[in-house]
């Protein structure tokens, strides 16, 4: 069940509810915060490599998976 409430205080968080009751989800609504999150992310992503350089260097030198039954 998701219901939506804003938060005490005026956070800039938006309650939207929870898959589990231990597990609260927030939106955050704040636009300063996500425009500073967003440059974040953007300056990540300029920074960041090829996929298949990342995969050749960190996921194929693994092991394969264990099956657990």
């Keep these: 069940m998701s219901s939506s409430s804003s938060e005490p205080g005026g956070s800039g968080r ?17 636009t300063e915060l996500i425009a500073e ?3 974040g992310f953007d300056q990540l992503y300029a920074r960041g490599e090829e996929h298949a350089d990342f995969f050749d260097r ?3 030198p693994l092991p394969p998976p264990v099956a657990l039954l």
């Design 37 to 39: 999150t967003s440059a």
């Design 58 to 60: 960190e996921i194929a």
């Design 14 to 30: 938006l309650y939207v509810g929870s898959t589990q009751a231990s597990t609260p989800r927030f939106r955050f609504t704040e």
